[in-house]
């Protein structure tokens, strides 16, 4: 492999790695789960504390379990709240507690994470 291309991947890579998340509005039930925009799947985890304000799923966990990410004006509206991430992201969260996508869902309506380990748990 030359080093042009050599530095090219690997400006690439360093790029996938460090864009940030994108915003998504705010989630919503559907098929009786809460999913986000896309349909997706959205999932709360027991070491999370409700009402804490924050999420402790971070570094590899994030990369299972990607945050439901909120713009940083979103705004609270009935059991729909905003943590703010280690980082100083914002995330969505339901009745206080962060909730999550599942990197396996592949599409709409997929709930292959519910009850995974017993302790991430689909929000219904």
Known sequence: MN????????????AAFTLPAQAEPAPKMAGGMLVNASGMTLYTFDKD???????VCNGPCA???????????????????????DDG????????????????????GDATGDNFKDIWHTVK
């Open 49 to 55: 504390t409700a009402g804490s304000g924050k999420s």
């Open 89 to 108: 992201a914002k995330q969505w969260a339901y009745k206080g507690k962060p909730v999550y996508t599942y990197a396996p869902d592949k599409k709409a």
């Open 63 to 85: 990369t299972l379990w990607p945050p439901a990410m909120a713009d940083a004006d979103a705004k609270p509206a009935g059991d729909l709240s905003v943590v703010t991430r």
């Open 3 to 14: 080093t042009r291309l050599a530095c090219t991947l690997a400006l690439a890579l360093t």
